[in-house]
């Protein structure tokens, strides 16, 4: 379903919502795996001991994907535009390898495993762009009629701006070992609330909240039962034609990437047999910039 209204300034402000089920998504199963329990050989105790694991693509996963879309937008017009799009939604696996279809499902696993939030479930996604031609020299508002030297320092500069931002990528919390028996390892038991009040690198989530499992048993924790922190970015060109001769342009770009410089943290560490499980280690690239010469031709 789609609303859409016009707003001043040849604006367009659209309202949706999108709801898509996904069946018979394609998933890597596994067989001829040994059983959960403990053995002694596990080649021998395997279905059929001659051959080693087999996996193969089967249509078997399932996903949902249902969000509420706001789109603002104006379309170019006295030099200036922009486009401001956000969404609201929840993305939802079944049996499913989530982005990546060569993900394998562990042998064995009962259904409720595999059932949970998928990799790109982002519940905020916002975009944001725009270009405005500055009013300044030849042909615009402001100094119409500057001088030609004048003009070729002050006029016809052009800047544009994108912005993205996104909340943090849903995680799961490996139970560090390999408990079934099997050779295969589960998501970490849950015994308490994973939340605290005032994240950090050092401490992303409640690490105590987690367990290891005990042996041959499913660990009770969900499909991205955590957050990664959320993502922010702005990046900024101002850009400037000079004009060389009849259909030929030279074109003068100064870019900042993550202008701001704002710290984007990487995920935390998720395996709870790690020294730094709940730490934050890493992050995005840092603010920087670059100057380019394009020739129109």
Same mark, same amino acid.
């Given at each position: 379903?789609?609303?859409?209204?016009?707003?001043?300034?040849?604006?367009?402000?659209?309202?949706?919502?999108?709801?898509?089920?996904?069946?018979?998504?394609?998933?890597?199963?596994?067989?001829?795996?040994?059983?959960?329990?403990?053995?002694?050989?596990?080649?021998?105790?395997?279905?059929?001991?001659?051959?080693?694991?087999?996996?193969?693509?089967?249509?078997?996963?399932?996903?949902?994907?249902?969000?509420?879309?706001?789109?603002?937008?104006?379309?170019?017009?006295?030099?200036?535009?922009?486009?401001?799009?956000?969404?609201?939604?929840?993305?939802?696996?079944?049996?499913?390898?989530?982005s990546d279809e060569y993900n394998v499902m562990l042998p064995y696993s009962p259904a409720w495993y595999n059932r949970g939030r998928t990799?790109?479930?982002? @519940?905020?996604?916002?975009?944001?762009?725009?270009?405005?031609?500055?009013?300044?020299?030849?042909?615009?508002?402001?100094?119409?009629?500057? @001088?030609?030297?004048?003009?070729?320092?002050?006029?016809?500069?052009?800047?544009?701006?994108?912005?993205?931002?996104?909340?943090?990528?849903?995680?799961?919390?490996?139970?560090?070992?390999?408990?079934?028996?099997?050779?295969?390892?589960?998501?970490?038991?849950?015994?308490?609330?994973?939340?605290?009040?005032?994240?950090?690198?050092?401490?992303?989530?409640?690490?105590?909240?987690?367990?290891?499992?005990?042996?041959?048993?499913?660990?009770?924790?969900?499909?991205?039962?955590?957050?990664?922190?959320?993502?922010?970015?702005?990046?900024?060109?101002?850009?400037?034609?000079? @004009?060389?001769?009849?259909?030929?342009?030279?074109?003068?770009?100064?870019?900042?990437?993550?202008?701001?410089?704002?710290?984007?943290?990487?995920?935390?560490?998720?395996?709870?047999?790690?020294?730094?499980?709940? @730490?934050?280690?890493?992050?995005?690239?840092?603010?920087?910039?670059?100057?380019?010469?394009?020739?129109?031709?």
């Amino acid at each position: 379903m789609t609303v859409q209204t016009a707003l001043p300034w040849k604006s367009a402000l659209t309202l949706s919502y999108v709801g898509t089920k996904v069946d018979r998504e394609v998933s890597y199963m596994p067989y001829n795996a040994p059983t959960v329990g403990p053995h002694t050989n596990l080649q021998a105790d395997r279905p059929n001991p001659l051959i080693s694991s087999v996996q193969r693509l089967e249509n078997f996963g399932r996903n949902w994907y249902n969000a509420l879309q706001a789109k603002a937008e104006r379309r170019f017009a006295d030099g200036l535009s922009f486009t401001f799009s956000y969404s609201f939604s929840r993305a939802m696996g079944d049996n499913s390898a989530g982005s990546d279809e060569y993900n394998v499902m562990l042998p064995y696993s009962p259904a409720w495993y595999n059932r949970g939030r998928t990799g790109f479930d982002f @519940r905020h996604i916002e975009f944001a762009t725009m270009v405005w031609e500055l009013p300044v020299g030849r042909g615009r508002h402001f100094l119409n009629s500057a @001088r030609p030297l004048a003009n070729a320092v002050i006029g016809g500069w052009d800047f544009t701006f994108t912005q993205q931002g996104r909340s943090g990528t849903p995680l799961s919390i490996s139970g560090g070992y390999s408990n079934l028996g099997n050779g295969n390892g589960t998501r970490a038991d849950v015994v308490g609330s994973p939340k605290i009040s005032n994240p950090s690198p050092n401490a992303w989530f409640n690490t105590s909240a987690f367990a290891r499992p005990a042996l041959y048993t499913w660990g009770s924790s969900s499909i991205g039962i955590v957050e990664g922190p959320a993502s922010i970015q702005f990046n900024t060109a101002l850009s400037k034609r000079f @004009r060389i001769a009849e259909k030929k342009d030279l074109q003068f770009r100064w870019e900042a990437f993550n202008a701001l410089n704002r710290v984007n943290y990487g995920n935390p560490n998720t395996n709870i047999a790690s020294s730094l499980f709940g @730490r934050i280690t890493g992050a995005g690239t840092a603010r920087y910039m670059q100057l380019a010469l394009k020739f129109l031709f």
